[in-house]
């Protein structure tokens, strides 16, 4: 076990007990008391997904803004919280919860009214749909902004984007088949539905051609329409464009500081810097 100094956020993952849930008996869930907790996101990112399951369960969070440009993520502070200098990180009273598959089961259990997991065996079937998407789509989705992590060879971006694109497209498939005649991946809105949205997304930003799926398009329309998306949507776009404008203030110290135009859709809010 390293030393408590060396890391002592992350790695009291392995030995105490998480504020914020407790076992009443088999098969039951409590509440304990309030616990403080800290988003990390970086806008377009897959922390979008947290974000949302937070406002779906009415909870109270703080948002810690990580820009992947300034490489903040790359800083000391951070890499305390998470080594693998990757976003979303979940601080629950001082303790940093990373992976979004456990994550996301952490909102789900500690907000069991707001019903974001289904009953039964029906959980274990949604978190294996979580780590399909965390495991199975979203690495279809880096090459696209971050090529060169997968081939060095010049000229190569085109090949490993195309390639990558038809993995993508191959799980996207398998998706329109679940999605086929049904609102929801389950009876009602759970957290497989917010994660899937991200998934879809960044294929649209991606520009990819996705009109043939058209039960996953209906089921993109319904997840934007829901209140925690726009609250998510309406926070990205202000994120982006303070960003940009920072940016542009370091860019030109003298420069006038004019907010620059706020993204109308989702497709025009891709930030290439992030996956």
């Known amino acids: ?66 820009n992947f440009r300034r490489r903040t993520h790359l800083s000391e502070e951070y890499l305390r919280l998470n080594p693998k200098h990757k976003v979303p990180v979940l601080v629950v009273d001082g303790l940093a919860l990373t992976e979004n598959v456990a994550i996301l089961q952490w909102i789900a259990r500690r907000f069991p009214a707001a019903q974001l997991l289904p009953n039964g065996d029906g959980e274990f079937e949604a978190i294996a749909l979580l780590a399909w998407f965390a495991s199975g789509i979203h690495p279809t989705l880096t090459p696209n902004v971050l090529p060169h992590r997968y081939c060095d060879l010049p000229g190569s971006e085109e090949s490993v984007r195309r390639c990558a694109q038809r993995l993508m497209l191959e799980n996207y498939s398998i998706a329109e088949r679940r999605l086929a005649g049904r609102e929801w991946f389950f009876e009602h809105f759970t957290l497989a539905d917010a994660y899937f949205f991200w998934c879809f997304r960044r294929g649209i930003q991606f520009e990819v051609d996705v009109t043939p799926f058209l039960a996953c398009r209906a089921h993109f329309e319904r997840v934007q329409a829901r209140a925690s998306v726009r609250d998510l949507l309406a926070f990205e776009a202000a994120t982006l464009a303070q960003q940009a404008t920072e940016a542009l203030a370091r860019a030109h110290p003298a420069a006038p500081r004019a907010l620059p135009k706020r993204p109308t859709s989702h497709t025009q809010s891709l930030d290439t810097s992030v996956i």
């Open 1 to 66: 076990m390293p030393p408590r100094n060396q890391n002592p956020s992350y790695f009291a993952l392995a030995t105490r007990t998480w504020p914020g849930l407790h076992r009443a008996a088999r098969g039951t869930r409590t509440q304990v008391a309030p616990v403080k907790l800290t988003l990390y996101y970086a806008p377009t990112a897959c922390s979008l997904v947290p974000y949302v399951a937070l406002k779906e369960a009415g909870a109270e969070f703080d948002v810690q803004l990580v």
